[in-house]
């Protein structure tokens, strides 16, 4: 049993140490175990669902603000890319920009380049400049593939779990039920959670960038997250928060602000 166990563990080892991939612009390595065509075929289909089962507003002020602030943002990121030979990161990318009726502030990019703003975000946003804020940040994610990267650290982890969960139960059957449950805290408090923390921090800079290239005034993303501030009021403490508090995240984007003002075109 122990030979199997260390043979599938070494398996898993030299699968994630090989699996990475460099996120554009920030260079962070993060681990990629899914084809991403794989992970923008199942955003489509999940993508379709969604249509069907809410009120898409297709046309009117805002809907077309949606779409024509989405569009200058996706046609400087594609400029960029092409300009510095990172079209392949936006391989299998088809574009929509959908305003949904529902009054949750929210607002979300599927792998592939899918994105739905739901109408109770808009007025958190004031201004073409705050969608910009949104919109920056939601196709961010799209680019930088971090919904890949959450599903590949799940699985990872999955299968370090049932490795070990295997070794304990063999050595000490008993204990096996407590194992499980501190693997899993330890796994979503120690690696999880930071991560989708990082991921977000990186969403905030890369959207900052992103919008500035397309013309929009990156500054205006302090006054969008201070009003954001405002309506949190009770937030789990950062530790246990997939995102990082509203504090840490305006002063990020202070010090990130000069770097996203080197790409503006104005």
């Not at 009726?101 to 007025?123: D, Q, S």
């Not at 407590?178 to 796994?187: C, I, M, P, Q």
């Amino acid at each position: 049993m122990k030979k199997i166990v260390n043979s599938v563990l070494i398996i898993v080892i030299l699968l994630v140490s090989t699996a990475c991939t460099e996120v554009p612009l920030t260079g962070r390595k993060q681990l990629s175990l899914m084809p991403e065509s794989e992970m923008i075929l199942m955003a489509n289909s999940s993508y379709e669902e969604f249509l069907k089962e809410n009120k898409v507003i297709p046309t009117g002020k805002e809907a077309d603000k949606i779409k024509e602030i989405g569009n200058k943002i996706k046609e400087a990121v594609e400029i960029y890319f092409k300009e510095n030979n990172l079209e392949q990161q936006l391989e299998g990318f088809d574009w929509e920009f959908n305003l949904v009726e529902n009054e949750a502030i929210n607002a979300w990019c599927m792998p592939g380049g899918k994105v739905v703003f739901y109408t109770g975000i808009l007025p958190i946003c004031e201004d073409d400049d705050g969608i910009a804020v949104i919109m920056g940040h939601e196709i961010a994610h799209a680019v930088a593939k971090h919904s890949n990267e959450r599903m590949s650290q799940a699985l990872g982890i999955g299968a370090i779990g049932l490795i070990a969960s295997v070794i304990v139960g063999t050595e000490s059957p008993e204990n096996l039920q407590v194992f499980n449950e501190l693997f899993g805290l330890g796994a979503n408090v120690g690696v999880l959670l930071p991560n989708s923390r990082k991921q977000e921090s990186e969403a905030d800079r890369l959207g900052l960038i992103f919008m500035s290239m397309a013309g929009y005034n990156p500054e205006k993303a302090i006054g969008f997250w201070q009003r954001m501030s405002a309506l949190n009021k009770e937030t789990p403490p950062e530790l246990l928060s997939t995102h990082p508090n509203d504090q840490t995240r305006i002063e990020d984007i202070r010090k990130c602000l000069p770097e996203a003002k080197t790409f503006s075109k104005n």
